[in-house]
């Protein structure tokens, strides 16, 4: 169970161009999900919390325009990178919280790697 | 001074051998203790948490955390190469945002 997926697992694009990623709980709901950039050889930097229905909350430093989230199911989240340059290139990975554990754990998707030419 | 700190490694081991990873942190508001695995190219699965001081034990993984030290670590015994890896630890204060250290590649040679 809480099972996470995400869709695509790799994207090469054209700078420029936008790109949307998705989320999914396959097999429970989530009310928040969490969206994280990982450079390479470095940790998992969060950069947004979305909560179903609401907007939602960056991080310090996170351009919430050029970084488009969107939570309209309980089980979907997409994140879109608008106008990506090739600084945008990076493994983004989201998690969705299994709402009800004691600590609130986090499941995790398998990432999707993006590459902006 | 970060908030977290975690060697990169690599570290290397023989098949067999005991795995010991730690991290050091500097923020008292943290009230969960982490410990992820992740392969290349993959997303983080979780292998250990824990909420108090002391140690805790889950098959060949043992949990370790010094509140007063702000220091966790985490021991694989019997390592195998399937647990060539990368290990984050991860922590938690209230609310939802997990802190990461920057993870430490392993590699178990058979």
């Known amino acids: 169970g809480a099972v996470v997926s995400q869709h695509p697992s790799w994207v090469i694009c054209k700078s420029g161009t936008s790109v949307k990623i998705e989320c999914r709980s396959l097999?429970?709901?989530?009310?928040?999900m969490f969206w994280y950039r990982q450079f390479p050889k470095q940790s998992l930097m969060l950069m947004a919390t979305?909560?179903?229905?609401?907007?939602?909350?960056?991080e310090q430093g996170v351009e919430k325009d050029k970084f488009l989230i969107n939570h309209a199911s309980l089980t979907l989240s997409t994140l879109t990178v608008t106008s990506a340059h090739p600084e945008d290139s990076s493994f983004y990975i989201c998690?969705?919280?299994?709402?009800?554990?004691?600590?609130?754990?986090?499941?995790f998707g398998p990432g999707t790697r993006l590459t902006v030419l | 001074q970060k908030e977290v700190e975690q060697d990169p490694g690599p570290l290397s081991v023989p098949e067999g051998a005991i795995v010991s990873l730690n991290c050091t942190y500097s923020?008292?508001?943290?009230?969960?203790f982490m410990w992820y695995r992740q392969y290349s190219r993959k997303g983080p699965e979780l292998l250990m948490y824990?909420?108090?001081?002391g140690n805790k034990e889950d098959g060949r993984f043992t949990a370790q955390v010094d509140k007063s030290s702000k220091y966790i670590s985490l021991f694989i015994r019997d390592s195998q190469p399937s647990d060539s890896a990368t290990y984050l630890c991860?922590?938690?204060?209230?609310?939802?945002?997990?802190?990461f250290g920057g993870g430490t590649r392993v590699l178990v040679k058979p």
């Open positions: 979305s909560n179903e229905g609401s907007k939602a909350t960056y």
């Open positions: 824990t909420y108090s001081s």
């Open positions: 991860a922590f938690k204060a209230a609310g939802n945002k997990l802190t």
């Open positions: 923020n008292s508001a943290f009230q969960y």
């Open positions: 097999d429970f709901q989530a009310t928040t």
């Open positions: 998690s969705a919280r299994l709402a009800g554990a004691s600590y609130n754990e986090q499941f």
